[in-house]
């Protein structure tokens, strides 16, 4: 099975098939409309030098652009997600509850909070979808 | 006084009509600080235990904690407490808004009721003066016209009042304050009526002071930036209390149908805090100096159920006249909470007494003929709103269901007391044990009964906190585990049981740092408490009132989930799992220092200070 090193194209590319391959996912998610952009802050000894941007982007039960870009990208998501690698690392591995780490403020949520709350299924969806990509974290190396 | 206390306590006797003032020494308000801790000192100490709780000798207390009135986030609190006539054991309640404050600036910290009035009455406390007077005007108006009639002099005035359920005894009625905050659980309004006491009003202007003015700006400047940082707070202001409805539907936390289904996504949307907000909200209302604001405030124009703008359904009642009677209908949520509201009911044992009469009319244990020819089917709002008032009343088939779940099934006989989910006498609030076993216990052992606020362990096992300054605890818990859940429990009391003794908010303390309590505090009191002296009143506290439960014949066959609970779901999160009840509550016990017939050790007695009851206990 292939492995993608976490926060690179390939790895964004693995996860995006994930998700549209997922009925299940366009059935929770036919309601989302917006992007999600996600900020990894630096951590320079778990090999993680300057922060990370992704870009995703979802639409109906659809996926749409998936990208590792710049910081100003990251500012047009309907959603900007901010927490450090630690804590997007225990995400991914479901060893931390993306809804749990929002509350406790180890994730910081810029946009609708009440459309998140209201779609919460759709969220948790797509994390369990990231835990399906074989990934090689930074610090893992 | 300079110290968040006001330095004096009110004892009112009804009985002769005479009101005088009393002090509590320093040594004491150290050890139970205030709100129920405190009252349940000195009922310990003053009070025939076994009087009738509807009696003259059962005394109704009032409590505001050192916190009150401070200006501080989240401490508008105060407690109420009484022999519960709903369980017969240790009853209290606790609510925001402004009344505690009010009290406290009119010059108390406490006020003790007891006796009875020969007639209806009115206490009206003002600037350091009691005033007993005729209720003539109010008896029989609900809370909102009484509050009106009692405003119309004074605007400015905060008002507690019963309705006509109190009245009329209905074991689980509320008190309200100032129409939008209730002391809602275990049947304390009551009380309030079987003395005859249809309001309580305040009005003073003296603020408490504190004695470290300094460090008290500085904490609440970090309260006021953590608030504002805190997600929790956020989707509180956004969406109120109701705002956990989604997750908590994926989560198996949502009781439906009477305990006996695990998911209903379609009712819960249709129920939930966004739907809330999207609909019917009209503004967001604030406790006393509570930047939160978490109160919804609703109106419904159009429809079988309209409504005039007023305080909107928390969390538990639309699960209660919502989820756990399969009814979707928003609107009929919201008028069922204003009749709750206007007669003075608990809305979580009101919904769920009519969730177990739904669910016995469908089985054939209450038949048509017995309900007043009512139709109890699920989901029909129609007859719940009709119910309510005949319930208020004591009418007919509402007189039965007036004495409560348990009593109500008792009357019906056959195997209906299995539909009842309680634990000693108090329904079940609206968080399902088989989605946390942590709760369940929490049920188990909660103090006034099957309770969700005498203790932190939903924001701790749901991951809405992380406290690891305080004690060892998991960022994310499995729900589903009851191994190792009852050091969690444990902990999760000593801390949030000092939400109700402080007087603060559970929201607020669940949003703040723990060093941003503690300071604050230690500054408007100027104690010096540190972290293990804060969980150690906690401790005390549990243990005062599970020794006055003890002293009431509460054991170990009182500490158990009901059958409801301990049935499996088929469907959802909690599917396929039921607390260990034999674990959790055996290993419980040793961390709590019970014997394992459940009576408090006569060391934990002594190591926690409490030698008076330790004398009671083990004459």
């Given amino acids: 099975m292939a492995t993608y090193n976490a926060f690179t194209q390939e790895w964004l590319d693995a996860w995006k098939q994930k998700i549209a391959e997922s009925q299940e996912y366009k059935e929770i998610a036919k309601d989302w409309e917006g992007s999600v952009a996600l900020i990894c802050n630096a951590d320079p000894p778990k090999n993680v030098p300057k922060p990370v941007y992704l870009f995703t982007d979802y639409w109906h039960g659809d996926v749409r652009d998936f990208l590792v870009c710049d910081g100003a990208k990251t500012q047009t998501g309907n959603f900007i997600m901010t927490g450090d690698y630690a804590r997007w690392k225990q995400i991914a591995k479901k060893e931390l509850d993306a809804t749990k780490a929002l509350m406790q403020g180890k994730l910081k949520l810029k946009g609708d909070l009440t459309y998140v709350v209201r779609n919460v299924k759709t969220v948790n969806k797509v994390i369990d979808l990231l835990t399906e990509v074989n990934t090689v974290w930074p610090d893992d190396v | 006084m300079q110290n968040g206390y006001s330095g004096k306590f009110l004892q ?427 709760m369940g216990l929490a049920y188990m052992m909660s103090n006034r009964g099957a309770c969700h606020l005498q203790h932190a362990a939903m924001g701790m096992e749901q991951g809405m906190v992380s406290w690891p300054q305080l004690f060892e605890m998991k960022e994310d818990y499995d729900g589903k585990t009851s191994q190792g859940k009852a050091q969690m429990v444990f902990d999760s009391e000593n801390y949030g049981i000092l939400g109700n003794s402080l007087s603060l908010c559970h929201y607020v303390l669940y949003c703040l740092k723990p060093e941003t309590v503690r300071d604050a505090f230690n500054a408007i009191t100027g104690y010096n408490f540190a972290f293990k002296d804060l969980l150690e009143c906690g401790a005390r506290d549990w243990t005062l009132k599970r020794g006055i439960n003890n002293l009431l014949g509460i054991t170990v066959k009182d500490d158990v989930l009901p059958k409801k609970i301990l049935t499996a779901l088929r469907e959802g999160a909690g599917a396929d799992s039921v607390p260990n009840m034999k674990l959790l509550r055996d290993e419980y016990y040793t961390i709590r220092g019970l014997t394992p017939g459940g009576m408090v050790r006569q060391e934990k007695l002594l190591e926690l200070g409490l030698p008076e009851l330790k004398e009671k206990l083990y004459k």
């Avoid at chain 2, 928390?314 to 206007?342: H, P, Q, W």
């Avoid at chain 2, 009519?354 to 309900?371: C, F, T």
Wanted: with cysteine.
């Fill in chain 2, 12 to 438: 009112v006797d009804l009985t002769d009509g005479v009101c005088s003032d009393f002090t509590i020494k320093e040594e004491r308000l150290k050890k139970f600080i205030g709100g129920s801790s405190l009252a349940a000192s000195l009922y310990l100490e003053r009070f025939d235990l076994h009087a009738n709780p509807l009696s003259a000798e059962n005394p109704l207390m009032l409590m505001n904690g050192p916190m009150v009135g401070s200006g501080f986030p989240g401490s508008s609190r105060f407690a109420m407490a009484a022999k519960s006539p709903q369980t017969g054991i240790w009853g209290e309640a606790a609510c925001g808004g402004n009344f505690g404050p009010e009290l406290k600036r009119a010059g108390y910290d406490g006020v003790v009721i007891t006796g009875k009035s020969p007639r209806p009455v009115i206490l009206s406390i003002n600037n350091n003066q009691a005033e007993i007077s005729s209720a003539a005007d109010c008896w029989g108006t609900d809370i909102y016209e009484t509050t009106d009639l009692l405003k119309a002099a004074d605007k400015n005035i905060k008002v507690m009042a019963i309705g006509q359920a109190g009245e009329n005894l209905v074991k689980f009625s509320s008190i309200g304050n100032d129409k939008a905050h209730y002391i809602g659980r275990t049947g304390l309004g009551a009380v309030m009526g079987s003395k005859n006491l249809k309001a309580i009003t305040a009005r003073g202007n003296q603020a408490p002071g504190k004695v470290n003015e300094e460090k008290y700006k500085k904490t609440f400047k970090a309260a006021i930036s953590e608030i504002k940082d805190s997600a929790f707070a956020e989707s509180l202001h956004l969406m109120g209390s109701d705002a956990i409805m989604d997750l908590g539907m994926m989560n198996g936390d949502v009781p439906i149908k009477n305990w006996s289904i695990g998911e209903d996504f379609e009712l819960s949307s249709k129920l939930s805090g966004p739907t809330l907000t999207e609909t019917y909200l009209t503004k967001a209302h604030a406790c006393s100096n509570c930047p939160v604001a978490c109160k919804r405030v609703v109106a419904v124009k159009d429809g079988p159920y309209q409504t005039e703008e007023g305080p909107g359904p928390e969390y538990e009642t639309c699960c209660s006249f919502g989820t756990m009677i399969m009814n979707s209908d928003l609107a009929a949520v919201i008028k069922a909470n204003e009749l709750c509201n206007r007669y003075g009911m608990d809305t979580i044992s009101a919904g769920a007494t009519i969730a177990v009469a739904m669910d016995l009319y469908e089985k054939g244990i209450i038949s048509a003929g017995a309900a007043d020819h009512l139709d109890l089917a699920w989901g029909n709002m129609e007859t719940v709103i009709v119910l309510l008032g005949k319930i208020a009343r004591r009418e007919g088939f509402g007189d039965i269901l007036a004495n409560g779940s348990i009593s109500a099934a008792t009357h019906f006989g056959a195997n209906a007391l299995d539909y009842v989910a309680h634990v000693k006498g108090l329904d079940l609030p609206m968080h399902d044990p088989r989605g946390y076993h942590g």
